[in-house]
């Protein structure tokens, strides 16, 4: 669900707009939040930032390895469906399946990198962006790749889907719902 604009007046909700692109897939990737006092949002899915720690948000059916002796996590908060953990050193979260590197020891994440292709100039109704044909990555290399993971199961890859930017390792860094209708469409 994308957050919304909402404009009320007198308690009475008068209009009503989904901000585009602004979807947390929270029960899908981890969140990465800074350690301060009013934290903020560092990424989500794969992160690696300097930080002496980070806070870390995740679906509670998701598991956390410590990469290194001199990792450490500590749990701080649990609700139904979430837990909130901090944490420094690097560690990987397998939640759905999927595989996520974090780390708070350094900084050289990837290049700017992003998900390319023949956008048309509107959204789904639930804020996501609409390509013609199969998206690309903005940069051409072998460390990373694009997967499409069809929503139906099936083996087209039109209609709504899940883009994921994956590292040569099979670490999911950043993933995005998307919808793909054909080129010629």
Known sequence: MPLRLVITQQGMIIYQEPL????LLIDDMPVIL???EHPQVMGIGSVKKKRTSLHLIVNKSS???LISSHSKIQQIDETSNYKHYRF????VI???SEKFFISSLNDHIR????IIGHMLPYFTPSGNPIYLGRPKL???NDIFNLDILNNQHDNSIYGSNYARILD???NTIFKKKISILPPDF
């Not at 420094?88 to 560690?91: D, P």
């Not at 290049?111 to 992003?114: A, H, L, V």
């Open 20 to 23: 585009i692109e602004s979807e």
């Open 34 to 36: 800074s350690d301060e």
């Open 63 to 65: 598991t956390i390895e």
């Open 88 to 91: 420094s050193g690097e560690i």
């Open 94 to 96: 397998i939640q759905n």
């Open 111 to 114: 290049e700017e990198i992003k």
């Open 138 to 140: 903005s940069q051409k």
């Open 168 to 170: 040569g390792e099979g």
